[in-house]
Every structure is written in structure tokens, then in C-alpha cells.
């Protein structure tokens, strides 16, 4: 990496090669958010896990590479080509909130006004093809909720998302040339921070790359697939300490965020709607699961400015599996992979059901299983789960 991929650029707690290392890192084969951890507990720095990378993944049928040196270095280019910037987890601004999820985005690309991130937060997503009454609704309760301090956080797509996000930019704009005393908006897109997507929602982005914040996961370049919109949701979700969904239909990308919500740890409201409009199904189901049911800004507002971390909605997901520590201290045994694996199945099992199992201890299964993910045999699921990759 050049000098002029500088301090300005990168964060000054870490040393520029550890930075890099860190980009590099996420960026490899099999790499995600658990794993990325792992490697970081177990090897005390993302330039230690680079150099044992290829040794661990040596146990698949290819030798294992990291990601090239020349891609990260263009990436990084792209990042300040954006007028963006790198915010690593363990930063002092990295969002409280999104950070207490298991599987917060080690590193994400920014632009904007970060200390929105830090303010109180609410997600109003809601369908794409919406109604002309919700989409009113949504930009009205957007609107409302920046007025009363909130940073109103959404997905930029078309409908509800872009709605809220414009009645938010309104609020900011109600005082005049007055210091902006209300809330703001933050934009979680599904591609790289340099690509806007819907293409007709390409000035809207830029207002919130200029007025509000706005959060891309994926490395710039990179075009928004369908995997990239669940990642985006959760982040939408970690943001916020609850998540209204205007209107949704049956088994929508809103729902995910409402189940993701849920899973976290936080509010999830929901305004009802026609049961004679399909797009109002999502919405009466969540309420029927025990939703928040909500009918006016009002409720919203008091329902979150007394958000202790204990949701009073009573709409509940299943249980996730336990977190254990993945760093293996220098003294402790490490489990043979072939163990661990003979356990496994193409059926998902929890973690903490192989490390009851196997009578070894949680990091060397975590161990274990680290090593068969980067041989390309394991595959990771919602809720702790693994299972075997092509298994009968």
C-alpha cells in the first residue's frame, strides 16, 4: 500500500500494514464476520492470521490464497475515489448498537455524518411497491421521528425505504439556516459505497452521502446481488434500537428485518393495514406475533425514548446458540478436525451440541471448525449452526 493511502484514510489506532492486513483479511476466501473474529482472537492480529492462512485452509482440495495484495490495493483506491472512508469494529466510533451483534461487519466503508450512527435510532422499512398511503405514511413518521431527535435509518430502495428517507431530510430542513437540532437519516446500501442502486434513487443517495450518513458493507464496484440485501438488513436492524415496518407482503426482504430486529434484541413495530391488500399481510402477521402495533409517530417516540435493551414487543424468533470464545490459550490441546468432522452432516447442528459432544473445549471446536470453513468443507448458518458442505 502507498503513502497515499494515508492516516487520513485509515484509523490511527492501527498501524497501516495491520489495516491493510485487516482489509486483506475480510476480503479472503471463506471469510465472514465469525470467522474474521476467530482468526483475530486466535492470532492476535490480522497480519498473524494472513501468514497461517494458507497452513489452515491446506486441508481442502486447492491451496489456499489469500486475497491479492493488488486487489486490496484498489479497493482502497475506490474507498477515497468515493470521498469514502474504512470504520474498523474496535474503533471508538464504530456504532454501539451494531457492534453487540454477533455478527456486526468487521469493517464498513462511510460517508456522511457519522454521530448519526451514534444518535437514537429507528429503521422504517417497508415495501418497494407500496401503496400511495403508505408511502405518505412512511415519509411522514419520518419526518416526525427526526423532528424528535431520532436518526431514522432504511435501505435507499424504492417505496417505504426512499420515502422515509426524504421525510427525514425534511425535517433537517424545517429551521432554516438554524443549527439542525433534529435527527437524520442514514442510507445502508447492498453495494459497494460507489454504486447507486436503484439507479433512480442515485441523487437521493448522494443527499444522504452529503446530509445524513451513508453505510456500504461490500467493497466499492461491487453491484448489489440478492445475498447482499439479508447482510444489509441486519445492518439496518444492529443500527436501531427498533425497526417499524410500514408495509410489507408474506416472506418480504422487510420482514427479515423485522425477524432480524427481534433476534437482536430490540423493537419491533409494525403500522396495521387493509387485511383486503396483500401488501398489508406482512404487517397483520407480525402484529398477530406480537408486533408493536403502532398508529401514530407518537408511539414510536415514546415506545423508544424509554428503550432500556428490553423489547416490550412481545414478537420472538428462536433462540440463538450460545457465543463462545474462539481463542485457543498457547497451553490447551487442540481437537484432531478429522473428529469434528465425522460428527458432522449436511443436517445444520449447533456448535455448542458438537462442543458437548466432543468433550473438547469451545475454542479448539471453534478451532476445528475454522479450519474445515477455510478448506472449503464447512458451511455456517443463522443461529450458530454448521453443517458439511455436499454431505449425503
Do not use: W
Not at 464476520?33 to 492480529?45: C, H, K, M
Not at 483506491?77 to 470521498?83: M, P, T
Not at 428503550?307 to 412481545?314: D, K, L, V
Not at 420472538?316 to 484432531?336: F, G, L, T
Amino acid at each position: 500500500m502507498t503513502q497515499a493511502h494515508g492516516s487520513a484514510d485509515l484509523p490511527s489506532v492501527l498501524s497501516q500494514p495491520e489495516a491493510f492486513a485487516r482489509i486483506r483479511l475480510l476480503r479472503s476466501p471463506k471469510i465472514g464476520p465469525v470467522t474474521y473474529r476467530q482468526l483475530l482472537a486466535r492470532f492476535g492480529s490480522a497480519i498473524g492470521a494472513i501468514e497461517a492462512l494458507p497452513e489452515l485452509g491446506s486441508r481442502g482440495k486447492f491451496r489456499y490464497q489469500p486475497a491479492p495484495k493488488e486487489k486490496i490495493e484498489r479497493e482502497i483506491e475506490g474507498v477515497i475515489a468515493a470521498g469514502a472512508r474504512y470504520l474498523f469494529h474496535d474503533q471508538p466510533d464504530y456504532p454501539e448498537l451494531l457492534s453487540t451483534l454477533s455478527s456486526a461487519p468487521p469493517i464498513i466503508n462511510c460517508r456522511g455524518q457519522l454521530a448519526l450512527a451514534s444518535k437514537p435510532c429507528v429503521a422504517v422499512v417497508g415495501a418497494r411497491s407500496a401503496s400511495a398511503g403508505s408511502v405518505k405514511l412512511a415519509r411522514t413518521f419520518a419526518n416526525r421521528l427526526a423532528q424528535a431527535g431520532f436518526t431514522v435509518v432504511s435501505g435507499l430502495a424504492r417505496g417505504i425505504d426512499g420515502a422515509a428517507h426524504q421525510g427525514a431530510l425534511d425535517a433537517g430542513k424545517s429551521g432554516g439556516d438554524a443549527e439542525r437540532t433534529s435527527g437524520g437519516t442514514i442510507g445502508v446500501i447492498a453495494s459497494g459505497i460507489d454504486i447507486a442502486y436503484p439507479s433512480a434513487h442515485a441523487k437521493l443517495q448522494d443527499q444522504i452521502a452529503e446530509e445524513g450518513l451513508l453505510i456500504a458493507e461490500q467493497p466499492p464496484g461491487t453491484e448489489p446481488r440478492g445475498q447482499h440485501f439479508p447482510s444489509r438488513n441486519r445492518i439496518i436492524a444492529g443500527l436501531s434500537s427498533g425497526t417499524l415496518v410500514v408495509e410489507a407482503a408474506p416472506k418480504s426482504g422487510s420482514l427479515i428485518t423485522a425477524r432480524l430486529a427481534a433476534e437482536a434484541g430490540r423493537e419491533v413495530m409494525a403500522i396495521p393495514g387493509s387485511p383486503l391488500d396483500t401488501r398489508s399481510f406482512g404487517c397483520n402477521q407480525l402484529i398477530r406475533d406480537g408486533a408493536v402495533l403502532i398508529s401514530d409517530p407518537k408511539d414510536v417516540i415514546e415506545l423508544l425514548e424509554t428503550f432500556t435493551g428490553a423489547p416490550r414487543s412481545r414478537y420472538r424468533v428462536a433462540e440463538e446458540a450460545e457465543e463462545y470464545d474462539a481463542s485457543i490459550p498457547a497451553d490447551e490441546a487442540p481437537i484432531d478436525t478429522a473428529v469434528i468432522e465425522a460428527m458432522l452432516s449436511a443436517a445444520p447442528i449447533a456448535v455448542d451440541e458438537l462442543i458437548r459432544q466432543s468433550g473438547a473445549s469451545n475454542a479448539a471446536v471453534q478451532m476445528a471448525l475454522l479450519e474445515l470453513e477455510l478448506s472449503g468443507t464447512l458451511e455456517r448458518h443463522e443461529s450458530g449452526q454448521v453443517s458439511l458442505i455436499g454431505a449425503i
